[in-house]
Nanobody, 123 residues
Framework: QVRLVESGGGLVQAGDSLRLSCATS????????MAWFRQAPGKEREFVAA????????YYADSVKGRCTISRDNAKNPVYLQMNSLKPEDTAVYYC????????????????WGQGTQVTVSS
């Protein structure tokens, strides 16, 4: 059983930075990639960023491009989401997820999800 655990969320002011972490355990063998999604109150869950398992390729939503960086040092380390210049519209629950599909931008490609971590950005 694959388990994903997010951490690093919190309450910050606009312009601040946060780094989210997602630790994995269990049967992650041959996974293709991981991603961060977010869901704001009253809105659908949306893609934020994705990274291939090796860390060789990354993908970003236009809304965070240039402000966020997804990374991992190696396949045994957590996946991180560094978020800079945070805006109130970044307020959401952030989820990490793991995929065995190459279609990393699609939510339906992800099999396992973490419980989420709350990010709140005040103006």
């Amino acid at each position: 059983q694959v388990r994903l655990v997010e951490s690093g969320g919190g309450l910050v002011q606009a312009g601040d930075s946060l780094r989210l972490s997602c630790a994995t355990s269990g049967g992650t063998f041959s996974a293709y990639g991981m991603a961060w999604f977010r869901q704001a109150p009253g809105k659908e869950r949306e893609f934020v960023a994705a990274i291939t398992w090796s860390g060789g390729s990354t993908y970003y939503a236009d809304s965070v491009k240039g402000r966020c960086t997804i990374s991992r040092d190696n396949a045994k380390n957590p996946v991180y989401l560094q978020m800079n210049s945070l805006k109130p519209e970044d307020t959401a629950v952030y989820y990490c997820a793991i995929s065995w599909s190459t279609r990393l931008l699609l939510e339906r490609s992800y099999t396992y999800w973490g419980q989420g971590t709350q990010v709140t950005v005040s103006s």
